[in-house]
T-cell receptor
Framework: QKEVEQDPGPLSVPEGAIVSLNCTYS??????FMWYRQYSRKGPELLMY????GNKEDGRFTAQVDKSSKYISLFIRDSQPSDSATYLCAMSRNNRLAFGKGNQVVVIP | GAGVSQSPSNKVTEKGKDVELRCDPISGHTALYWYRQRLGQGLEFLIYFQGNSAPDKSGLPSDRFSAERTGESVSTLTIQRTQQEDSAVYLC?????????????FGEGSWLTVV
């Protein structure tokens, strides 16, 4: 079993819809939970960061962590074409990040 | 510089040749990471440098891969006798702390194609 599981299937949504992404993990030692956004042929950029169970909001983005279920989610409200990118979940322990495979999201105008 | 700088941005090499990839971290960042990302895959940890401590090389996939860092500055990742499966983007990241994910900044990557 991989440390971090993220269904890589592409996701197409109409502009204005809510995008819902999630990851599961197996190692309870993970301390920090992140979502990165990666545009085509660019490096990943940090989108959301949290270290505790619960919700964290930043504008149109909400990150959710459920440590008891080892499950994290990212929600994007009022999605825009500029949100079209690959979204990678990541978890941190012992000075290294473990990444999911990433979800390619396409927001159709 | 303002961000993590990597060079070359693109490299096409013949199978069996050696390649060297360079990373300039953000000034003052003590931690430096190398990751590999194959097409359609997540990021695979390769190596981690923290200050003057011994690097964590546990992610290097074979002895053809090596990396060096001089102090808290430039790092080079060397791949010897390249194979086609080495084709990937090699991402460098740096951090001011090295103990969490909230201050890790990535470069744009070096896109390696082995033909």
């Amino acid at each position: 079993q991989k440390e971090v599981e993220q269904d890589p299937g592409p996701l197409s949504v109409p502009e204005g819809a809510i995008v819902s992404l999630n990851c599961t993990y197996s190692n309870s030692a993970f301390q920090y939970f992140m979502w990165y956004r990666q545009y085509s042929r660019k490096g990943p950029e940090l989108l959301m960061y949290t270290y505790s169970s619960g919700n964290k909001e930043d504008g149109r983005f909400t990150a959710q962590v459920d440590k008891s279920s080892k499950y994290i989610s990212l929600f994007i409200r009022d999605s825009q074409p500029s949100d079209s990118a690959t979204y990678l979940c990541a978890m941190s322990r012992n000075n290294r990040l473990a990444f999911g495979k990433g979800n390619q999201v396409v927001v159709i105008p | 510089g303002a961000g993590v700088s990597q060079s070359p941005s693109n490299k096409v090499t013949e199978k069996g040749k050696d390649v060297e990839l360079r990373c300039d971290p953000i000034s003052g960042h003590t931690a430096l990471y190398w990751y590999r990302q194959r097409l359609g895959q997540g990021l695979e940890f390769l190596i981690y440098f923290q200050g003057n401590s011994a690097p964590d090389k546990s992610g290097l996939p074979s002895d053809r891969f090596s990396a060096e860092r001089t102090g808290e500055s430039v790092s080079t990742l060397t791949i010897q006798r390249t194979q086609q499966e080495d084709s990937a983007v090699y991402l460098c990241a740096s951090s001011s702390q090295g103990d969490s994910g909230n201050t890790i900044y990535f470069g744009e990557g070096s896109w390696l194609t082995v033909v």
